[in-house]
Structures are given as structure tokens and as C-alpha cells.
């Protein structure tokens, strides 16, 4: 390829790059990739085609995390078992066994400290379910931007849940009972601390978000 014999003998990148694509697309936090035009393209198609996937197993999937004893898949379609850990700080964690098997470790009493009502909590259990079902455990982010992207689709495959059921009054108010949650209370929740902006980060099919 001519642009990257250029770089290899020291003379200047044509600006056009190849094939008339620039030849630097460059993201925050990323850097700057060479040859841009497609990988630009491919990056964009590829988290439309998660959103997407995200938007269907929600919607139709069997892997419904509504708390321990509940039935969750996931990515491979495996059942989760839950694990109730009275030792560990947050409310559930998504792991995987050294064996290969997919568990949600639990603590009610961590729930309890973060004092979050009944319908938050079922959120961040769904949350966890979706980690395990998009395959963020298998495949965790790289970096800042992607790691961030698998952040917003977990908590959008929770909302999915509420707002696919009707229960968008419910989702409201969890989406506002964790923002005002107090950060020392974070300490009992999985995932960064954040806030919560669902109705423009998830991308909900019908339009009745009033």
C-alpha cells in the first residue's frame, strides 16, 4: 500500500490517505487510527449491531433476572445460578467460576445498607444478568470508550426490562432514586458511579417517553 510505504521510507502521508479516505480518525481516549474511512465505518456498524442485539434479547430473551432464584442465561444461553455471599460488599456481582460456570453472587444485607428500594434493587439485578447475557464477562471493555459503552448497555438492558413491561413509571423512579443516590452508598452497587440519563443513552424502540 502507498501510504504505508510512505511512512516506512519518511515521506509525508498523502492527505487523502487511501483511495481518497483520511487517513487519521481520531476518537478521545483512543488515538488516532490510521487508514480511517473504514475502520470509522466498521467501529459505527458494530455498536449499532450491539445496540441492536441489546434492544431483541431484552425484548424476546428468557434470560430474566428479577432477583435470586430467578431464571437469567448467558451469553452461550447457559443457566446462572445464584449465590447468596454474605461477605462480599456489593448487592450482586457477575462472575464466572474457574470452571466455566456463570454465577450472580449475592447479599441481601448489602441491598439493605445501600437503602434502595425494592424495584431499584430488581434493577441492579437485572443489570447484572445483562452483564452475563451481552457477554461483557467474557469480553470486558479495552479502554475507556468501550468500557464505558458496556457501563450504559447493562443498565439499558435493565431499563429494557421495566419499559418493555409497561413499567415505565417504575423505571422513572429508579432512574431518579440512584441518581440522588449518596456516593459513600455506592460502595453496595456494581458499576462506576454515574448518573443515570436512560430516556437519551438507551435507544427504546417505541417512541412514549413522555
Known amino acids: 500500500m502507498e501510504t ?5 521510507q519518511g515521506r509525508p502521508l498523502d492527505d487523502k490517505g487511501i483511495r481518497g479516505l483520511p487517513t487519521r480518525i481520531c476518537y478521545i481516549h483512543e488515538g488516532c487510527l490510521e487508514g480511517g474511512g473504514y475502520f470509522f465505518k466498521l467501529r459505527r456498524a458494530m455498536k449499532r449491531y450491539v445496540w441492536t ?10 434470560s430474566w433476572a428479577g432477583g435470586p432464584g430467578t431464571h437469567c442465561t448467558d451469553h452461550y444461553g447457559r443457566v ?5 455471599n454474605p461477605n462480599q460488599s456489593k448487592l450482586a456481582v457477575a462472575i464466572y467460576r474457574s470452571n466455566g460456570a456463570p454465577q450472580i453472587h449475592y447479599n441481601k444485607d448489602a441491598g439493605e445498607k445501600s437503602g434502595l428500594s425494592e424495584d431499584a434493587k430488581t434493577f441492579l439485578y437485572h443489570r447484572e444478568c445483562g452483564r452475563l447475557v451481552l457477554g461483557h ?6 479502554n475507556v470508550p468501550a468500557h464505558n459503552d458496556q457501563v450504559d448497555q447493562a443498565d439499558c438492558w435493565a431499563a429494557n426490562k421495566f419499559y418493555y413491561a409497561g413499567e415505565l413509571g417504575k ?15 455506592w460502595v453496595n452497587i456494581a ?13 427504546f424502540v417505541k417512541p412514549n417517553w413522555p
Open 4 to 8: 504505508f510505504k510512505a511512512r516506512e
Open 191 to 203: 458499576g462506576p458511579v454515574r448518573k443515570l440519563d436512560l430516556e437519551n443513552t438507551c435507544r
Open 80 to 84: 446462572v445460578a445464584w449465590v447468596e
Open 171 to 185: 423505571l422513572k423512579a429508579v432512574e431518579a432514586e440512584i441518581n440522588e443516590l449518596e456516593q459513600a452508598n
Open 53 to 62: 442485539l441489546i434492544f431483541l434479547m431484552s425484548a424476546v430473551s428468557t
Open 137 to 142: 464477562r467474557v469480553r470486558p471493555g479495552t
